[in-house]
C-alpha cells in the first residue's frame, strides 16, 4: 500500500544524509537514524542514536572567544553489521561498502503502519559470487529500550562461508552539522567495553560534563543453526562480535542483532548496564519482538491517524509517523521538552525552543497526556525563568528562547554565517514571546481537556507568572498613554536592532505586543475563575499582590500596536527601513530564503530593508480565529476589520523571503482562513518542506518537527476552524478546493475516537457510544448536542 510506505531507489551519496534523516526510526525514548550499518560517520553517512533529554555541555574557543554548548548528545552507535565473504579454502575478500562495491537492485523501505526500514541489495564480489541481502530493522514501540536489526543472505550460485562482525561502536563525537564543527563535540567518555556468553557485547560510558551514565548490549544470534566459529571481542572503544557462518544456494544465513539501552536518568533500575544485559538478554527473537512492536503502532494509528486521500495524505501520514516516533506515549513518563529538529539529527542542538506552539494542539486532541508531560517539562523550569527575569530587573518568569536540560537560556551568543565565514553576534534570545507560546499551549490545553487540575495548580503559576513578566516589562509612554515593549525580538528574527542602533531589539513588535496582552487578559479570566481558597493560595505562593492585577488590566487594554499606511506594523518604525529590491535579488541567487545571510555576506544587513524572513504579524492570524483576534484589537482599542487585514496579509507576503519552514504553513492557513487564492502554494510547500529538503540541506541534519505537526494541525484544526473552548467544539470549516475531503479522529473530554469526516459541502461528527457526556457542536449558524453513539451530518455552504 503505497500511501503507507516510502521507497528510496539506488544509492545516492549526495542525498544520502536527507534519506538518514527521513529514515530515522524512534519511539519517544530513543531514536536512531537511518544509516546503512556497515557504514561509519564521514562526509556521506552519519550514522547517530539521541535518547530524548540527555543532554551535555562543553566549552569551546570561537573566533577567539570561549563559549558553552549544550548539545542532544550522539550516543555510541549500535547499529554496526559488516560482512565479507569466504571461499570454501577460506580465504577472504574485503568487507562490503557500498561506496567500494557497486550494487543492484538497491533500495530502502520505510513502512509506516509497521514503523520498520527495510533495505534490500544485490551484489558480487571480484570472485563473481552473487549475494542478496535483505535488512529490517526496528526501535521497539512497545518495550523503549530495544532495537533490533535483522539480516538475511542469501548465496546465489556459490557455497562458501560469510563473515559477520556485528558491534557496538563509542568511537562517535556530535558532527552532523558542518557549522558546528569549531565546537568540541566529543560528549562521550569513559568508555568500557565487556562481553558475556554466549553471544552478546556491551558498552558503557558516560558524558563529560552531564556525567550521564549509558550502556547499551547487543546479543547477536543466528537462526536456525550454528556458526562454524564465533568470537566476542571488547576492544578500547569498540565491542565486536565476529562470526563465522556456512551458506549455500537454499540455505539463507539470518542474523538477528538485539540491542538494549539505558540511561542513569531511566526510572526503576540500579545501574545502566545491569539494566542492558538483563533486558537484552530475555528480549525475544524477531518475529515476536516485530509481532509486539506493530501491535503497539498499531494501537498509536487507531488513535491519531488522518484520512487524506492524494499526495497530500501521504506525506502528512510520513509528518505524524515522525511526530508519533519523537513525541510517543513513552514521552508521558520523562522529563524532555519538543526538540525543533525532532531525535533526527543536530541541528539546533537538540534545543527546545517555541515550536511546541505548533506541536501540543495536535497532540492535545490524541494524545493528551503527552501534551501535559511537555507542559509539565516547562512548570519544572519556572524557578530558573524566574531568576532570569530577576536577572535583568524584571518581575514574573522569562523562558528561554532555546532550552534544554535545565532551563538556562541556550542561545549562543554567536552564530556563523556559511556565507561569509564570519561569526556574528545573535540576539535571538531577545525572542520573549516564547513565554506567550507556553501560556497560549497551558490554555489550549485545558480547554482541550478540561484539565482543571492542571489548569488551577501548574498552568496558573506559569500563565501568572508571565502575565506578571509582561506588565513588569511595559514601559507608560506618557506621550500617547500607551505602553511599549521595548528591546524584544519577533518571530521574523531578519531584524533584531534598527540600523546602525548601537543595541539589539526593536520596540513594540506588534505579534509580542497583542500576545503579550492576550496572557494578560487569560491571567486575570483565570483568576476570576479559581476557587477562593486556590486563589487565595496561589496569591501566597507566588507572592502575588492584589494590586498588580489593576496593572494587568490596564496594560492588556493599553500596550502600544503600531500601524502605517493602513496595516499593521512589524514593530515601531517598520515603515521607515528601505524597500529592497526583491526581482534583482532573485535573478542574482538560486535561492533567496536566507536573505540575511546573503546580505551580510555583500557587506549590508537585513536590518535596513523591509523584509521578513517568516510570518511574524501574521502569525496572529494563524493562533488566533478572525473573531478572537478582532476581539483582541478591540480590548487594546482598534478596529480590526477584514480590509485592515486583507491588506496587512498582502503587504507582508510580498515582503517575505520564507526562511523557515513555518512559513508556507503559517502563510497557507492565514490565506485559507481569509478564503484566499494562493493559499493551496503555501500549504504545498509546508508538505514538502522536508520531504524535498527546500531549505537547502537542512533536513539531513533533522527534521523540521513544529511544521511536520503544524501540517497535521492545519487539517485538525486549521482548514475545520475547530476551536475547543467553553466546554464544546466549536467548527467554522474552510473551503479549500484542492483538500475538500478528509477525516480524522480526536480525543475531546473524556471522548476517544470522535469521527470527524469533511466532504464537500458538509461535516459529519461521530460520537462513539460510551457513558459520557453529549458532545456540544457549535457552528457559525447554530448550535447542537451530539449524543454518544450518535453521528451528525451538519451542512456548510461553499463559499
Not at 165 to 172: F, K, P
Not at 387 to 403: E, F, K, V
Not at 594 to 613: C, F, H, M, Q
Request: aromatic share 8%; hydrophobic share 40%; charged share 25%.
Amino acid at each position: 500500500m503505497q500511501e503507507w510506505t516510502w521507497e528510496w531507489e539506488g544509492y545516492d551519496p549526495a542525498a544520502e544524509r536527507l534519506r538518514e534523516a527521513l529514515c530515522t526510526l524512534g519511539n519517544g525514548y530513543f531514536a536512531t537514524r537511518g544509516a546503512m550499518p556497515e557504514c561509519r560517520a564521514g562526509l556521506t553517512h552519519y550514522p547517530a542514536t539521541y535518547v530524548a533529554g540527555v543532554y551535555d555541555r562543553l566549552w569551546s574557543t570561537v573566533a577567539g572567544r570561549r563559549v558553552s554548548n549544550e548539545d542532544l548528545v550522539n550516543l555510541p552507535n549500535w547499529l554496526p553489521l559488516r560482512f565479507r565473504l569466504r571461499s570454501s579454502g577460506g580465504a577472504t575478500g574485503p568487507w562490503f561498502s557500498p561506496d567500494t562495491r557497486r550494487t543492484t537492485g538497491h533500495r530502502h523501505v520505510l513502512d509506516l503502519r509497521r514503523a520498520t526500514l527495510t533495505r534490500t541489495f544485490r551484489f558480487r564480489d571480484d570472485e563473481a559470487r552473487g549475494l542478496r541481502v535483505e535488512q529490517v530493522r526496528l526501535v521497539h514501540m512497545e518495550d523503549p529500550h530495544l532495537a533490533v536489526l535483522r539480516t538475511v543472505f542469501t548465496a546465489e550460485d556459490w557455497s562458501g562461508e560469510v563473515e559477520i562482525e556485528s558491534g557496538l561502536d563509542g568511537e562517535v563525537i556530535n558532527g552532523n552539522v558542518h557549522r558546528y564543527r569549531a565546537l568540541d563535540g566529543r560528549h562521550v567518555t569513559r568508555v568500557r567495553t565487556g562481553a558475556q556468553e554466549p553471544g552478546t557485547v556491551w558498552l558503557s560510558c558516560r558524558t563529560r560534563t552531564a556525567d550521564i551514565g549509558v550502556a547499551m548490549a547487543a546479543r547477536t544470534d543466528v537462526v536456525g543453526r550454528s556458526p562454524a566459529s564465533s568470537d566476542l571481542r571488547p576492544g578500547r572503544r569498540r565491542a565486536a562480535h565476529r562470526l563465522v557462518v556456512p551458506i549455500a544456494p537454499g540455505r539463507p544465513v539470518t542474523v538477528e542483532k538485539t540491542v538494549a539501552l539505558h540511561t542513569s536518568r531511566d526510572r526503576a533500575i540500579s545501574d545502566p548496564l545491569e539494566a542492558a544485559l538483563d533486558r537484552v538478554s530475555t528480549a525475544g527473537d524477531f518475529p515476536a519482538l516485530l509481532d509486539s512492536h506493530v501491535a503497539a503502532w498499531g494501537r498509536l494509528w487507531r488513535s491519531a491517524d488522518l484520512q487524506v486521500p492524494g499526495r497530500p495524505g501521504r506525506v502528512l501520514r510520513l509528518h505524524l509517523f515522525h511526530v508519533l516516533q519523537t513525541l510517543s506515549p513513552h514521552t508521558a513518563d520523562l522529563d524532555v521538552g519538543v526538540p525543533a529538529r525532532g531525535l533526527h539529527g543536530e541541528a539546533y542542538r537538540g534545543h527546545v525552543f517555541w515550536d511546541e506552539l505548533f506541536v501540543l494542539p495536535y497532540l492535545n486532541l490524541h494524545l493528551p497526556e503527552v501534551s501535559r508531560a511537555l507542559l509539565n517539562y516547562r512548570y519544572r523550569r519556572l524557578p530558573r525563568a524566574c531568576r532570569a527575569a530577576a536577572a535583568i530587573g524584571r518581575t514574573g518568569a522569562m523562558y528561554p528562547w532555546q532550552s534544554g536540560s535545565d532551563g538556562r537560556e541556550e542561545t549562543q551568543e554567536w552564530h556563523l554565517n556559511p556565507h561569509s565565514g564570519r561569526w556574528l553576534p545573535d540576539h535571538s534570545r531577545l525572542q520573549h514571546h516564547v513565554g506567550s507560546a507556553v501560556a497560549y499551549n497551558v490554555w489550549q490545553y485545558c480547554e482541550a481537556t478540561g484539565d482543571t487540575e492542571f489548569l488551577h495548580t501548574r498552568g496558573a503559576e506559569m500563565l501568572l507568572q508571565i502575565a506578571r513578566f509582561w506588565a513588569g516589562l511595559a514601559v507608560l509612554d506618557l506621550a500617547t498613554g500607551r505602553y511599549r515593549l521595548r528591546g524584544v525580538v519577533g518571530p521574523d528574527e531578519y531584524h533584531d536592532s534598527y540600523p546602525g542602533a548601537g543595541r539589539p531589539g526593536l520596540d513594540d513588535n506588534a505579534y509580542t505586543n497583542v500576545m503579550a496582552a492576550w496572557v494578560l487578559a487569560r491571567a486575570l479570566d483565570l483568576l476570576k475563575r479559581l476557587p477562593v481558597r486556590r486563589r487565595e493560595e496561589l496569591f501566597d505562593r507566588i507572592r502575588l499582590d492584589g494590586g498588580e492585577l489593576q496593572r494587568w488590566e490596564e496594560v492588556s487594554r493599553r500596550l502600544t500596536v503600531p500601524f502605517h499606511q493602513g496595516v499593521i506594523s512589524q514593530f515601531e518604525g517598520y515603515d521607515d527601513l528601505a524597500e529592497l529590491d526583491w526581482d534583482a535579488y532573485l535573478a542574482r541567487y538560486d535561492s533567496i530564503r536566507r536573505l540575511d545571510r546573503i546580505l551580510e555576506a555583500e557587506g549590508d544587513t537585513v536590518n535596513r530593508y523591509k523584509a521578513s524572513k517568516q510570518a511574524d504579524v501574521l502569525m496572529l492570524g494563524y493562533l488566533f480565529s478572525p473573531v478572537e483576534l478582532r476581539g483582541l484589537f478591540r480590548r487594546l482599542g482598534h478596529d480590526l476589520d477584514d480590509e485592515v487585514w486583507r491588506r496587512t496579509v498582502d503587504y507582508y507576503l510580498q515582503r517575505t523571503s520564507h526562511g523557515s519552514t513555518l512559513s508556507g504553513l503559517v502563510h497557507g492557513l492565514v490565506l485559507a482562513k481569509a478564503r484566499r487564492a494562493g493559499a493551496w502554494l503555501h500549504i504545498q510547500e509546508a508538505l514538502e518542506a522536508d520531504v524535498a529538503d527546500i531549505q537547502g540541506g537542512t533536513t539531513g541534519e533533522g527534521i523540521h518537527l513544529g511544521a511536520m505537526a503544524g501540517t497535521l494541525d492545519l487539517v485538525q484544526r486549521g482548514l475545520t476552524g475547530l476551536e475547543t473552548r467553553e466546554d464544546a467544539l466549536w467548527l467554522d470549516p474552510v473551503p479549500l478546493p484542492a483538500l475538500s475531503a478528509y477525516g480524522f479522529s480526536l480525543r475531546y473530554r473524556g471522548h476517544c475516537g470522535i469521527a470527524v469526516r469533511r466532504l464537500p459541502g458538509r461535516l459529519e461528527i461521530g460520537i462513539p457510544a460510551s457513558a459520557e457526556s453529549p458532545v456540544r457542536v457549535v457552528l457559525p449558524d447554530r448550535a447542537v448536542t451530539i449524543a454518544p453513539g450518535e453521528t451528525r451530518t451538519l451542512e456548510f455552504p461553499e463559499s
